[in-house]
């Protein structure tokens, strides 16, 4: 760097940003990750992310593990002082909308809203016991707790958890890395119906009463008194009327 010419420049309120790589080229050994990282994911979370952001994060870091340290504390708030004393607005979604737009956030900008409610329950996820098996499912909602269903309908018109997709293409639903193509990871809310549906309404959510696990089935409208019906597999299913508890706007994904 130095004998290419490279000089520090001291700039106030300067954004540096960091792509980190998925694997670090510097042996850790038995440790997941080294200390140092989890100090500048506390200090960059502690101090431009706001309270929800920071502990959204937290899930899918693991990082936490030093976020009641009292010496990162002191450090975090030591830096807040010095950014307010230069007038630095301490704001990351400022820097998310002006250099990485495309990137996904959890704010309003990309957000529609979270929480989505049946009159069964919240749709979360469940794991079965395997930590990278992500299938959606059907539970009690805790209201007292909200943030612990992390299902998001963003404007990209995908339906995530934590950073991963909705996939029409399985059975039962599962959350896929995303691709960023639409297909079978469009996901699309008729606020009217109330509810969830793929591109041109192919298919909509149902509940599987067979086997208590959720599905697409293709959408029709329901007869008078009836709810439940039958698919060409013999299960029974009925469609699910789907709403959101957190809203973040009145802007209703256009159907394609």
């Not at 899930?59 to 009641?68: F, L, N, P």
């Not at 890395?177 to 809310?189: D, E």
């Amino acid at each position: 760097f130095w004998y290419c010419g490279g000089r520090v420049l001291m700039v106030p309120c300067s954004r540096v940003l960091h792509v980190s790589a998925k694997r670090s080229p510097i042996s850790m050994g038995d440790r997941v990750k080294a200390a140092s990282i989890y100090h500048n994911y506390h200090l960059v979370t502690q101090t431009y992310f706001t309270k929800e952001q920071d502990r959204e994060l937290k899930k899918v870091s693991h990082y936490d593990v030093i976020s009641s340290d009292q010496h990162y504390q002191t450090i975090t708030n030591n830096t807040k002082k010095i950014l307010r004393a230069l007038g630095c607005r301490i704001d990351f979604r400022s820097l998310r909308q002006r250099i990485m737009p495309e990137v996904e956030s959890y704010d309003g900008d990309t957000m529609l809203a979270h929480t989505a409610i049946t009159a069964e329950g919240c749709l979360t996820v469940a794991s079965h016991g395997r930590p990278n098996y992500h299938e959606l499912a059907l539970r009690p909602c805790n209201t007292e707790t909200p943030m612990m269903y992390t299902i998001r309908l963003l404007r990209d018109q995908t339906l995530r958890y934590s950073f991963k997709c909705l996939d029409w293409g399985y059975k039962p639903l599962k959350f896929v890395g995303c691709h960023g193509m639409g297909g079978n990871q469009a996901v699309h809310h008729d606020n009217q119906k109330k509810r969830l549906h793929s591109k041109n309404r192919t298919l909509c959510l149902v509940y599987y009463e067979n086997n208590h696990t959720l599905g697409g089935e293709h959408c029709q409208e329901e007869l008078p008194g009836r709810t439940s019906y039958r698919n060409s597999n013999n299960q029974t299913f009925s469609f699910l009327d789907v709403s959101f508890g957190h809203v973040y706007d009145d802007t209703v994904p256009k159907h394609s």
